[in-house]
């Protein structure tokens, strides 16, 4: 089940964080795959004050629809989000400005998430999502417009996705041993309504389960929801749990879960949150050889899909 594909289409050579010294604005790009839920397209660009608008679009090249209209109107203080059949333009979404500073480079980021494009500015998220009016899989380009004096400069499209292939499978060997210092990282979507979901390190080999980090949004007649419950299985009972407050999940979005080999115990973060308690070592790191996991309530659509650890 394992698959994580990552295209990227670069096209400043210069480093995403800091303003490149030359180099002409983005135009069109076409994308190297279509957009599948899951994929995240992210564009830099330099504000200069005065600029009274500049967009973003997604859009079909071949049928004439700009699927996704994200522009930001920096004399209104306002983002107006719209979409575009072919011959006329549709319903507009308004939402707040966010921030920009003169002569500074921003980020732009788009989440193609299960029923909507969410969009993040510099990490924080705007004030409303935009759904989608056609089919996402049909969004092959991407355009920008600069604005009188503002500057798209760099653009990449990660295609970070499930794999909808077919389910993925609940255990994945490892190929090298763990040890003080690796960092494992798994990213699923979380669906509403899902009572649970799990990672599990393992001792295959003598049927133990060394870390069982279980994700409890939901109350259930054993559990009062709301918790993360860490805890080991001996191969025939349960020891004593962990437990500590349950981070947020948002439907139909990625989420991000590392765990990090600390010298003794494994440290956890959400999205790049610290969980309140580790969990202390009680086999040895080396001892585990398989990675499993629970998806919970696969009928809803929660689904963990990509796994990768360093």
């Not at 089940?1 to 995403?16: D, L, M």
């Not at 599990?200 to 069982?212: A, E, G, Y």
């Not at 279980?214 to 860490?230: A, E």
Request: aromatic share 12%.
């Amino acid at each position: 089940w394992y698959q994580r594909r990552v295209r990227e289409a670069v096209v400043s050579t210069q480093s995403t964080g800091r303003r490149p010294k030359e180099g002409p604005r983005l135009d069109a790009q076409k994308l190297e795959s279509n957009l599948e839920v899951g994929d995240v397209v992210t564009a830099w660009g330099v504000y200069v004050e005065g600029t009274s608008k500049f967009t973003i679009n997604l859009s079909n090249k071949g049928k004439g629809i700009n699927h996704f209209h994200l522009d930001f109107r920096s004399t209104e203080n306002t983002v107006m989000m719209n979409s575009h059949d072919g011959s006329r333009w549709m319903k507009e979404i308004r939402t707040e400005l966010p921030t920009f500073r003169n002569g500074e480079v921003f980020k732009v980021e788009i989440l193609c998430a299960e029923d909507c494009f969410r969009v993040r500015v510099d990490d924080k998220k705007l004030g409303q999502v935009f759904k989608y009016r056609f089919y996402l899989k049909e969004i092959n380009n991407v355009t920008f417009n600069h604005g009188s004096k503002n500057k798209w400069f760099d653009f990449k499209h990660d295609a970070n996705r499930p794999n909808h292939a077919g389910p993925p499978k609940l255990g994945e060997k490892l190929y090298k041993k763990l040890t003080v210092g690796t960092k494992i990282t798994a990213k699923g979507v979380f669906a509403e309504g899902t009572e649970k979901f799990s990672i599990n390190l393992l001792n295959k080999k003598k049927n133990v389960n060394c870390f069982h980090l279980d994700f409890r949004p939901y109350s259930n007649p054993c559990d009062t929801g709301n918790v993360v419950v860490m805890n080991s299985h001996d191969g025939s009972c349960w020891r004593g749990e962990v437990r500590t407050g349950l981070p947020k999940f948002t439907n139909g979005e990625i989420f991000s879960v590392e765990i990090f080999c600390d010298k003794d115990a494994f440290v956890m973060t959400v999205d790049g949150l610290k969980l309140d308690q580790g969990f202390k070592y009680r086999y040895p790191l080396a001892d585990i050889d398989e990675v499993s996991f629970v998806h919970g309530s696969a009928d809803l659509g929660n689904k963990w899909f990509s796994f990768s650890y360093k």
